[in-house]
């Protein structure tokens, strides 16, 4: 599982790890029972203090994210690919929200709005092909 953090970044180095485990999930780069790196292959690779993995790595089992089996290791869970989704979803509806009270506050109409999305999600689809 290749991990990048940015050194320069405000967000802690625990939390970099944990966005960068869920972007692999989103995309389908591990997938359920995939066995992850221990926490001390991680920190020499990444050269990080080991507590800071494994703060990760508790955040990701409690989350569901990751399932420890002891004398076996830790694996991606079986429906991780669901749960990674929905929190991201939720975190999505939050920020939705936010812009839509932002939009109000500024005069934006909700079509203006709407035309708005209507043209980054062509221009993001135009992007992708």
């Known amino acids: 599982m290749h991990i990048m953090l940015n050194p320069t970044s405000n967000k802690p180095i625990y939390e970099q790890i944990i966005e960068q485990v869920r972007i692999?999930?989103?995309?389908?780069?591990?997938?359920?029972?995939d066995k992850v790196p221990s926490v001390r292959e991680l920190s020499a690779q990444l050269m990080v203090n080991p507590n800071t993995v494994s703060k990760a790595y508790k955040e990701l089992e409690r989350e569901g994210i990751f399932v420890t089996y002891r004398g076996k290791g830790t694996f991606i869970s079986e429906d991780v690919h669901d749960l990674v989704r929905q929190k991201e979803v939720e975190q999505l509806k939050t920020k939705t929200q936010q812009l839509v009270q932002l939009a109000k506050q500024?005069?934006?109409?909700?079509?203006?709005?709407?035309q708005w999305v209507d043209e980054f999600f062509s221009r993001s689809e135009g992007e992708d092909q």
């Open 24 to 33: 692999r999930v989103l995309q389908k780069v591990v997938v359920a029972g």
């Open 106 to 114: 500024t005069g934006v109409t909700h079509d203006e709005l709407n």
